[in-house]
């Protein structure tokens, strides 16, 4: 099995509905991350959390919340979604003491109409 | 301007040739440099890791850091149509002596190498 995984991997929705994107690790990582990435923009940070406790804003928040429900467990959503949010978004795990090493899930895809 | 930027290709070299990617920098306060490659409809995985300046060797693969020139390199040897991917650069600051983990990602380079 993956040691990081999302779902869905895809979907599309519309203008203004909800939408919550979730990340599961088996690895055992403290640190996690949701990253965006769009073509030609490379991956722009957009929440990242250190423990349950500790969660903070990247680049990009605006938009968006999180929620750390477990160690092994953290969420992004999209409160309304809007066209310019279509993106692929990737979860990413990292040891507390190898911030450098992050290991990615397989990403999902969003289509917002 | 963005903190780090990557040149996004796409670049196409035949197989056997040597890939040269670079990144360049304006936060000083850098001191990890990663390579990440990305095959198509994957996640990113780490490929190459550099604490601080110098050249590290894996195999084909070879990362330069120049901090002097805030520029960072990867070079590919023999190169094989299964290094075909796009290639990201990510840099991130340092936080009692380990790495921070809030990294900065390059737009990433898409490499083709064929037969």
Redesign the interface.
């Known amino acids: 099995d993956a040691d990081?995984t999302q779902t869905p991997r895809n979907r599309i929705t519309k203008t203004g509905k909800r939408i919550m994107l979730e990340c599961s690790q088996t690895k055992g990582h403290d640190?996690m991350?949701w990253?965006r990435q769009d073509p030609?923009?490379?991956?722009?940070?957009i929440y990242?959390s250190?423990d349950v406790k500790d969660i903070?804003k990247?680049e990009i928040s605006d938009g968006y919340s999180v929620s750390r429900q477990a160690q092994a467990k953290f969420s992004l959503s999209l409160e309304s979604a809007i066209p310019n949010q279509t993106a692929l978004y990737?979860c990413?795990t990292?040891d507390?003491?190898?911030?450098?090493?992050?290991?990615?899930?397989?990403?999902t895809r969003l289509t917002v109409l | 301007q963005k903190e780090?930027e990557?040149d996004?290709g796409p670049l196409s070299v035949p197989e056997g040739a040597i890939v040269s990617l670079n990144c360049t920098y304006s936060n000083s306060a850098f001191q990890?440099f990663?390579w990440y490659r990305q095959y198509s409809?994957?996640?990113?995985?780490?490929l190459m890791?550099t604490y601080s300046s110098g050249n590290k060797e894996d195999g084909r693969f070879t990362a330069q850091v120049d901090k002097s020139s805030k520029y960072i390199s990867l070079f590919i040897r023999d190169s094989q149509p299964s290094d075909s991917a796009t290639y990201?650069c990510?840099m991130?600051a340092n936080a009692g002596g380990?790495?921070?983990?809030?990294?900065?990602?390059?737009?990433?380079t898409i490499l083709t190498v064929h037969p």
């Open positions: 990081v640190r991350y990253y030609g923009l490379g991956l722009q940070l990242y250190f903070n990247g990737f990413a990292s507390s003491g190898r911030g450098h090493e992050q290991f990615f899930g397989p990403g | 780090v990557q996004p990890y990663m409809r994957k996640g990113p995985e780490l890791y990201l990510a991130g380990t790495s921070y983990g809030k990294l900065t990602f390059g737009q990433g």
